[in-house]
């Protein structure tokens, strides 16, 4: 509800008109799909995102499936992750947003990925495949570590860059961090005592890293902002105005 209402205050701030479908948790898939589907086919409608996690009883793969590609502004349509997958052949079209917020914080700082050893802790559809992918179509040399990976922390010790997705509260460690590594924390966790952390110890890595993400306000914030952005290009999309 926080998250929701935090997108909701976002849109709202720059000037677009957002709308919440709440539905009760009872609803069977097919009264989610007839919410999509009233939705993809609204010209006013310029973007649709479904809120996850959904109820045990619906798919989500199948709702997420049902978004028209150019309302998908989450970016995990099958095509539009496909299109990034395709990297120089063809260009992305809405990507997944904190990845997308990733690469636009390197931007902002003058980072340039290309030549930088890149580890990528996660393999999901959200972050760590299509953060891999990001970097990738940068010129990164990319690894993608996750459960069955051998010696991790050797893996990040290497690394020049460290995208950091796996949900394990400050699972990595200081000494991971190789001298003037770039880190971006997308894990957000919450401790017995309340408090919200990342999956890097921050004070630790700090002490090594020449950038890095705090959690909160780091990463999260501009997955919002990515959101917002997608949503813009969409239109454009559908205008004529962005090819």
Partial sequence: ???????HL????????SVMRVLPATASQQEVLDVVQALNADPAVDGILVQLPVPKHVDSK???DAIAVEKDVDG???ENLGLLAMLAQRTPRLRPCTPY????????????????DAVVLGQSNI???PAALELLMKGATVTICHSRTKDLPGHVRRADLIVA???KPEFVKGDWIKPGAVVLDVGI????????VGDVDFEAARQKASYITPVPGGVGPMTIAMLIQNTLEAYQFREGLRL
């Fill in 189 to 196: 966790n919450r401790l017995p005592s309340g408090k919200v």
């Fill in 127 to 129: 972050v760590g495949r």
């Fill in 76 to 78: 995990f349509n099958p």
């Fill in 62 to 64: 199948a709702v997420i």
């Fill in 10 to 17: 976002a849109t709202e701030g720059a000037g677009m008109h």
């Fill in 165 to 167: 997705g796996i949900g």
């Fill in 1 to 7: 509800q926080i998250y929701v209402r935090n997108k």
């Fill in 101 to 116: 917020g990733c690469m636009k914080m390197l931007e902002f700082e003058g980072i340039d990925p290309a030549g930088m």
